[in-house]
Protein backbone atom coordinates (compact mmCIF):
# COMPACT_ATOMS: atom_id res chain seq x y z
CA UNK A 1 0.00 0.00 0.00
CA UNK A 2 1.98 2.99 -1.34
CA UNK A 3 -0.81 5.65 -1.93
CA UNK A 4 0.23 9.01 -0.14
CA UNK A 5 -2.01 12.14 -0.02
CA UNK A 6 -0.42 15.41 0.58
CA UNK A 7 -2.56 18.54 2.29
CA UNK A 8 -0.45 21.75 2.55
CA UNK A 9 -2.71 24.13 4.39
CA UNK A 10 -2.49 27.52 5.92
CA UNK A 11 -2.93 27.84 9.73
CA UNK A 12 -2.91 25.85 12.15
CA UNK A 13 -5.81 23.88 13.49
CA UNK A 14 -6.57 25.69 17.33
CA UNK A 15 -10.26 24.33 18.19
CA UNK A 16 -9.90 21.29 20.21
CA UNK A 17 -13.34 19.42 18.12
CA UNK A 18 -11.66 20.24 14.96
CA UNK A 19 -8.25 18.62 15.93
CA UNK A 20 -10.29 15.52 17.25
CA UNK A 21 -12.27 15.25 14.53
CA UNK A 22 -9.85 15.97 11.63
CA UNK A 23 -7.35 12.90 13.71
CA UNK A 24 -10.17 10.53 13.47
CA UNK A 25 -10.81 10.59 9.63
CA UNK A 26 -7.00 10.81 9.23
CA UNK A 27 -7.13 7.30 11.78
CA UNK A 28 -9.60 5.72 9.66
CA UNK A 29 -7.55 6.47 6.58
CA UNK A 30 -4.02 4.72 7.75
CA UNK A 31 -5.21 1.29 6.45
CA UNK A 32 -5.87 3.44 2.80
CA UNK A 33 -3.32 5.82 2.73
CA UNK A 34 -0.70 7.94 3.67
CA UNK A 35 -1.54 11.55 4.22
CA UNK A 36 1.17 13.88 4.95
CA UNK A 37 -0.43 17.40 6.38
CA UNK A 38 1.72 20.05 6.06
CA UNK A 39 1.04 23.41 7.28
CA UNK A 40 2.10 26.49 6.83
CA UNK A 41 2.52 29.78 8.55
CA UNK A 42 -0.96 32.21 8.98
CA UNK A 43 0.18 35.42 8.50
CA UNK A 44 -3.35 36.85 6.86
CA UNK A 45 -1.97 37.82 3.43
CA UNK A 46 -2.28 35.57 0.99
CA UNK A 47 0.46 36.71 -0.99
CA UNK A 48 3.08 36.00 1.62
CA UNK A 49 1.92 32.62 2.22
CA UNK A 50 1.86 32.25 -1.51
CA UNK A 51 5.84 31.73 -1.32
CA UNK A 52 5.22 29.69 1.53
CA UNK A 53 3.25 27.25 -0.11
CA UNK A 54 5.30 27.19 -3.26
CA UNK A 55 8.28 26.49 -0.94
CA UNK A 56 5.85 23.91 0.68
CA UNK A 57 4.75 22.13 -2.72
CA UNK A 58 8.44 21.84 -4.22
CA UNK A 59 8.20 19.44 -7.14
CA UNK A 60 4.68 18.75 -6.59
CA UNK A 61 4.10 20.94 -9.66
CA UNK A 62 0.01 19.43 -10.15
CA UNK A 63 -1.82 20.41 -7.46
CA UNK A 64 -5.72 21.15 -6.59
CA UNK A 65 -6.17 24.54 -5.19
CA UNK A 66 -9.16 24.49 -2.86
CA UNK A 67 -11.40 27.76 -3.80
CA UNK A 68 -14.87 28.61 -3.07
CA UNK A 69 -15.43 29.51 -6.53
CA UNK A 70 -14.09 26.15 -7.90
CA UNK A 71 -15.73 23.61 -9.65
CA UNK A 72 -18.11 21.84 -7.77
CA UNK A 73 -18.00 17.81 -7.36
CA UNK A 74 -20.17 15.09 -6.54
CA UNK A 75 -18.64 12.65 -3.90
CA UNK A 76 -18.40 9.98 -6.73
CA UNK A 77 -16.41 12.91 -9.08
CA UNK A 78 -13.82 13.37 -6.12
CA UNK A 79 -13.66 9.69 -5.56
CA UNK A 80 -13.23 8.99 -9.55
CA UNK A 81 -11.04 12.08 -9.76
CA UNK A 82 -8.35 10.47 -7.34
CA UNK A 83 -8.43 6.94 -8.58
CA UNK A 84 -7.19 8.38 -11.38
CA UNK A 85 -4.33 10.83 -10.37
CA UNK A 86 -3.59 6.92 -8.40
CA UNK A 87 -4.01 5.41 -11.51
CA UNK A 88 -1.38 7.68 -13.27
CA UNK A 89 0.97 7.01 -10.77
CA UNK A 90 0.48 10.06 -8.91
CA UNK A 91 -0.12 12.04 -5.76
CA UNK A 92 -2.66 14.08 -4.72
CA UNK A 93 -1.63 17.31 -3.68
CA UNK A 94 -4.17 19.66 -2.02
CA UNK A 95 -4.07 22.95 -1.52
CA UNK A 96 -6.16 25.08 1.57
CA UNK A 97 -5.98 28.64 2.43
CA UNK A 98 -5.97 30.50 5.48
CA UNK A 99 -8.79 32.76 6.73
CA UNK A 100 -8.59 35.49 3.07
CA UNK A 101 -8.12 32.74 1.28
CA UNK A 102 -5.49 31.70 -1.59
CA UNK A 103 -3.99 34.04 -3.83
CA UNK A 104 -4.52 34.01 -7.63
CA UNK A 105 -1.11 33.13 -8.32
CA UNK A 106 -1.59 29.89 -6.31
CA UNK A 107 -5.01 29.32 -8.12
CA UNK A 108 -3.34 30.48 -11.41
CA UNK A 109 -0.86 27.78 -11.47
CA UNK A 110 -2.61 24.54 -9.47
CA UNK A 111 -4.04 21.96 -12.24
CA UNK A 112 -7.15 22.17 -10.99
CA UNK A 113 -9.40 24.51 -8.32
CA UNK A 114 -11.80 22.76 -7.15
CA UNK A 115 -14.65 23.70 -4.69
CA UNK A 116 -16.00 22.42 -1.29
CA UNK A 117 -19.23 24.96 -1.14
CA UNK A 118 -20.19 27.60 -2.82
CA UNK A 119 -20.53 28.51 1.24
CA UNK A 120 -17.69 29.81 3.18
CA UNK A 121 -16.22 27.48 5.89
CA UNK A 122 -13.40 28.09 8.31
CA UNK A 123 -10.22 26.78 7.04
CA UNK A 124 -10.98 24.20 10.33
CA UNK A 125 -13.78 23.43 9.30
CA UNK A 126 -12.71 23.35 5.48
CA UNK A 127 -9.93 20.64 6.47
CA UNK A 128 -12.38 18.52 8.27
CA UNK A 129 -14.80 18.14 5.23
CA UNK A 130 -11.44 17.41 3.02
CA UNK A 131 -10.34 14.75 5.07
CA UNK A 132 -13.56 13.58 5.61
CA UNK A 133 -14.21 13.33 1.25
CA UNK A 134 -10.96 11.50 1.59
CA UNK A 135 -11.82 8.69 3.48
CA UNK A 136 -15.36 8.80 1.63
CA UNK A 137 -13.45 8.66 -1.84
CA UNK A 138 -11.16 5.66 -0.78
CA UNK A 139 -14.08 4.09 0.53
CA UNK A 140 -15.93 4.41 -2.96
CA UNK A 141 -12.90 2.96 -4.28
CA UNK A 142 -12.61 -0.14 -2.54
CA UNK A 143 -16.62 -0.66 -3.35
CA UNK A 144 -17.23 -0.38 1.13
CA UNK A 145 -20.02 0.43 2.55
CA UNK A 146 -20.12 3.46 4.28
CA UNK A 147 -23.07 5.30 6.27
CA UNK A 148 -22.77 8.44 4.96
CA UNK B 1 -34.13 39.10 21.10
CA UNK B 2 -36.94 37.33 19.86
CA UNK B 3 -35.35 35.34 17.06
CA UNK B 4 -35.94 31.73 16.56
CA UNK B 5 -34.73 28.88 14.46
CA UNK B 6 -35.64 25.10 14.33
CA UNK B 7 -33.78 22.59 12.80
CA UNK B 8 -35.58 18.95 12.28
CA UNK B 9 -32.84 16.79 11.74
CA UNK B 10 -32.80 12.53 11.21
CA UNK B 11 -30.68 10.60 13.57
CA UNK B 12 -28.62 11.51 17.24
CA UNK B 13 -25.26 12.78 16.88
CA UNK B 14 -23.26 9.59 18.22
CA UNK B 15 -19.76 11.03 17.75
CA UNK B 16 -18.33 13.05 21.03
CA UNK B 17 -16.22 15.87 18.45
CA UNK B 18 -18.85 16.34 16.28
CA UNK B 19 -21.50 16.97 19.30
CA UNK B 20 -19.01 19.41 20.98
CA UNK B 21 -19.18 21.37 17.40
CA UNK B 22 -22.24 21.27 17.03
CA UNK B 23 -22.74 22.54 20.49
CA UNK B 24 -20.35 25.17 20.65
CA UNK B 25 -22.16 26.92 17.68
CA UNK B 26 -25.27 26.49 19.54
CA UNK B 27 -24.02 28.45 22.49
CA UNK B 28 -22.34 31.10 20.47
CA UNK B 29 -25.35 31.48 18.48
CA UNK B 30 -27.22 32.03 22.07
CA UNK B 31 -26.89 35.98 22.16
CA UNK B 32 -28.74 36.52 18.41
CA UNK B 33 -31.04 33.34 18.65
CA UNK B 34 -32.26 30.59 20.33
CA UNK B 35 -32.27 27.49 18.33
CA UNK B 36 -34.67 24.30 18.38
CA UNK B 37 -33.16 21.20 17.73
CA UNK B 38 -35.76 18.42 17.56
CA UNK B 39 -34.61 14.92 16.42
CA UNK B 40 -36.35 12.75 15.00
CA UNK B 41 -35.58 8.72 14.91
CA UNK B 42 -33.74 7.00 12.32
CA UNK B 43 -35.34 4.21 10.91
CA UNK B 44 -33.12 3.97 7.56
CA UNK B 45 -36.48 4.38 5.65
CA UNK B 46 -37.00 8.07 4.24
CA UNK B 47 -40.70 7.13 3.94
CA UNK B 48 -41.22 6.61 7.93
CA UNK B 49 -38.87 9.14 8.51
CA UNK B 50 -41.18 11.45 6.38
CA UNK B 51 -43.80 10.90 8.91
CA UNK B 52 -42.00 11.51 11.85
CA UNK B 53 -40.58 14.99 10.41
CA UNK B 54 -44.20 16.25 9.17
CA UNK B 55 -45.34 15.36 12.99
CA UNK B 56 -42.18 17.33 14.07
CA UNK B 57 -43.00 20.05 11.83
CA UNK B 58 -46.58 20.64 13.03
CA UNK B 59 -47.48 24.22 12.34
CA UNK B 60 -44.46 25.44 10.49
CA UNK B 61 -46.05 24.87 7.27
CA UNK B 62 -43.05 26.75 5.37
CA UNK B 63 -39.75 24.55 5.95
CA UNK B 64 -36.56 24.31 4.03
CA UNK B 65 -35.18 20.82 3.28
CA UNK B 66 -31.37 20.35 2.72
CA UNK B 67 -30.44 18.48 -0.01
CA UNK B 68 -27.53 17.78 -1.68
CA UNK B 69 -28.87 18.25 -5.53
CA UNK B 70 -30.74 21.59 -4.11
CA UNK B 71 -30.12 24.95 -4.95
CA UNK B 72 -26.47 26.06 -3.86
CA UNK B 73 -26.06 29.22 -2.06
CA UNK B 74 -23.32 31.36 -1.20
CA UNK B 75 -22.45 32.19 2.58
CA UNK B 76 -24.49 36.04 1.69
CA UNK B 77 -27.24 34.52 0.11
CA UNK B 78 -27.91 32.10 3.00
CA UNK B 79 -27.87 35.01 5.30
CA UNK B 80 -30.07 37.26 2.82
CA UNK B 81 -32.39 34.48 3.02
CA UNK B 82 -33.00 34.18 6.57
CA UNK B 83 -32.99 37.88 7.15
CA UNK B 84 -35.49 38.02 4.46
CA UNK B 85 -37.39 35.11 6.42
CA UNK B 86 -37.05 36.84 9.64
CA UNK B 87 -38.31 40.36 8.21
CA UNK B 88 -41.33 38.69 6.97
CA UNK B 89 -42.49 37.58 10.87
CA UNK B 90 -41.78 34.25 10.45
CA UNK B 91 -39.10 31.44 11.96
CA UNK B 92 -36.83 29.23 9.52
CA UNK B 93 -37.39 25.94 10.12
CA UNK B 94 -34.73 23.50 8.30
CA UNK B 95 -35.37 19.81 7.94
CA UNK B 96 -31.73 17.62 7.46
CA UNK B 97 -32.38 13.95 6.51
CA UNK B 98 -30.85 10.63 7.54
CA UNK B 99 -28.27 8.21 6.42
CA UNK B 100 -30.63 7.85 3.11
CA UNK B 101 -31.37 11.66 2.45
CA UNK B 102 -35.20 12.79 3.15
CA UNK B 103 -38.19 11.36 0.93
CA UNK B 104 -39.18 13.16 -1.98
CA UNK B 105 -42.48 14.04 -0.28
CA UNK B 106 -40.46 16.00 2.17
CA UNK B 107 -38.69 17.96 -0.75
CA UNK B 108 -41.57 18.70 -2.51
CA UNK B 109 -43.24 19.79 0.53
CA UNK B 110 -40.60 22.48 1.29
CA UNK B 111 -40.92 25.65 0.48
CA UNK B 112 -37.74 25.74 -1.22
CA UNK B 113 -34.39 22.98 -1.10
CA UNK B 114 -31.14 24.51 -0.31
CA UNK B 115 -27.55 22.21 -0.72
CA UNK B 116 -24.86 22.38 1.35
CA UNK B 117 -22.41 21.02 -1.10
CA UNK B 118 -22.84 18.85 -3.95
CA UNK B 119 -20.36 16.95 -1.92
CA UNK B 120 -22.31 14.19 0.18
CA UNK B 121 -21.56 14.41 4.15
CA UNK B 122 -22.90 12.29 7.01
CA UNK B 123 -25.40 13.64 8.54
CA UNK B 124 -23.45 14.77 11.73
CA UNK B 125 -21.37 16.97 9.50
CA UNK B 126 -24.15 18.50 7.56
CA UNK B 127 -26.05 19.88 10.67
CA UNK B 128 -22.14 20.91 12.31
CA UNK B 129 -22.11 22.78 8.44
CA UNK B 130 -25.46 23.78 9.12
CA UNK B 131 -25.05 25.74 12.29
CA UNK B 132 -21.89 27.05 11.63
CA UNK B 133 -23.32 28.06 8.65
CA UNK B 134 -26.45 30.16 10.59
CA UNK B 135 -24.02 31.55 12.90
CA UNK B 136 -21.93 33.31 10.91
CA UNK B 137 -25.47 34.71 8.80
CA UNK B 138 -25.75 36.24 12.04
CA UNK B 139 -22.35 37.41 11.89
CA UNK B 140 -23.28 38.94 8.76
CA UNK B 141 -26.88 40.13 9.36
CA UNK B 142 -24.95 42.29 12.34
CA UNK B 143 -22.16 44.00 10.32
CA UNK B 144 -19.96 41.66 12.79
CA UNK B 145 -16.48 40.49 11.83
CA UNK B 146 -15.75 36.43 11.78
CA UNK B 147 -12.48 35.41 11.03
CA UNK B 148 -13.74 32.61 8.48
Redo the contacts between chains.
Sequence with gaps: MAYRVKIIAVGRIK????K??IN?YLKRLKPFCKVLVNEVEEVGDPLKEGDNIFRAIRGDCSFIALD?KGR????LD?SKELESIFLHGREPVFVLGG?KGLSEEVKRKAIDVWS????????E?AR??LV??IY?AFKVMRGEPY??
Tied chains: 1, 2.
Design positions: QRFYEAEELLSSFVLSRLTFTHLLIEQRHY
